[in-house]
Nanobody, 124 residues
Framework: QVQLVESGGGLVQAGGSLRLSCAASGRTFSRYPMSWFRQAPGKEREFVAAINWNGGSTYYADSVKGRFTISRDNAKNTVYLQMNSLKPEDTAVYYC?????????????????WGQGTQVTVSS
C-alpha cells in the first residue's frame, strides 16, 4: 500500500501562489496516474487535477484550468500542484490520491490511496 504525504499548504492572499507537494512511498508510484482533489467545509470532495504515469497528459477541473499546474517527478516519487492566481473559493483541504489503474478518473470513490490532506486558505 502506497503512503502519500502532502505538504505546502498555508494562508495566502487572493492573487497569490502556493505549491503543494505529495511525496509517495512504495515502488509502484511511477506506474499509475496521480490526482489532486479538494474538499471545502460542508462540500463534497471534488476533482482538481490529474496527471498520467509519465506526465505526458494532464487534466484539470474547469474551475482551476489556466491557474493550476500539475506535474510529477518519478525519480523523487513526488507529484506537485502549482497554484497561481488563487481565489477565496479555492480555500479547502487538498488531497493527493493514487488510482491503481492506468486510466484517469474524476470520481474520488475510484481511488485506492489518499494522503492526510493539507489546508489551503485564501483570504480576500
Amino acid at each position: 500500500q502506497v503512503q502519500l504525504v502532502e505538504s505546502g499548504g498555508g494562508l495566502v492572499q487572493a492573487g497569490g501562489s502556493l505549491r503543494l507537494s505529495c511525496a509517495a512511498s512504495g515502488r509502484t508510484f511511477s506506474r499509475y496516474p496521480m490526482s489532486w482533489f479538494r474538499q471545502a467545509p460542508g462540500k463534497e470532495r471534488e476533482f482538481v487535477a490529474a496527471i498520467n504515469w509519465n506526465g505526458g497528459s494532464t487534466y484539470y477541473a474547469d474551475s482551476v484550468k489556466g491557474r493550476f499546474t500539475i506535474s510529477r517527478d518519478n525519480a523523487k516519487n513526488t507529484v506537485y500542484l502549482q497554484m497561481n492566481s488563487l481565489k477565496p473559493e479555492d480555500t479547502a483541504v487538498y488531497y493527493c490520491a493514487e488510482r491503481r489503474l492506468y486510466s484517469i478518473s474524476y470520481h474520488p470513490g475510484e481511488y485506492d490511496s489518499w494522503g492526510q490532506g493539507t489546508q489551503v486558505t485564501v483570504s480576500s
